[in-house]
């Protein structure tokens, strides 16, 4: 299947990979500071129609497909991405999301956050799905939780938002506790 053939959908959400004329909505949604919040730095905010010309270009490289824009209603709505580790980690991905303001309180990001781990689990060769939230994030904890996530670890003061100090809560996914070799 060619990279930009490939559609996730459950019937409500559907998470696809990125066209161009995505940027515009991207830009509009990004551009939040109650999203920015949220997110680790590299994030820009502002966020820039520039920003999300090179993230979509960036997106668009990646082979196999890593992150989808996702959409609702046929709008694009956010981003959802689960970043492959390397070495031994090689079997682990990192799952982060947006979702913009106005799609926010509809079941949308757990629609899309159990897409992209069925995804995961069946394409990436990977057993375990982690993700790490900032301490203030409570929604997005409870999204993590009602996809079958189970918190792991609270790290103490690991992060740096803002100018404060916040603890991480890590939660992770796994499909098998055991070593796969090839």
């Known amino acids: 299947m060619a990279q930009n053939d490939i559609t996730l959908t459950d019937g409500i959400v ?21 999203i920015a919040v949220n997110l680790r730095d590299a ?6 129609l520039s920003d999300a010309e090179q ?62 781990c069925d995804y995961g689990f069946r394409e990436l060769d990977i057993v375990r799905i982690f993700s790490g939230v900032f301490e203030y994030n409570l929604p997005s904890q409870r999204v993590l939780e009602k996809c079958g996530f189970v918190k792991e670890a609270v790290l103490k003061a690991a992060v740096c938002k803002n100018g404060k100090i916040y603890d991480e809560i890590r939660y992770a996914k796994v499909i098998t506790s055991s070593c796969l070799s090839h």
């Not at 559907?14 to 109650?34: Q, V």
């Not at 994030?43 to 820039?48: E, K």
């Not at 992150?67 to 689960?82: D, P, R, S």
């Open 55 to 116: 993230f979509i270009t960036m997106c668009l490289g990646l082979e196999p497909v890593q992150i989808f824009a996702i959409e609702y209603n046929n709008e694009y709505t956010g981003n959802i991405g689960l970043h492959k580790q390397s070495d031994v980690y090689s079997k682990s991905a990192e799952l982060g999301y947006f979702i913009g303001e106005p799609y926010w309180n509809k079941g949308i990001t757990t629609r899309a956050v159990k897409l992209a």
């Open 14 to 34: 559907t998470l696809r990979c990125f066209r161009n004329d995505d940027k515009y909505r991207m830009a509009e949604l990004a551009n939040n500071e109650k």
């Open 43 to 48: 994030f820009p905010h502002p966020y820039t």
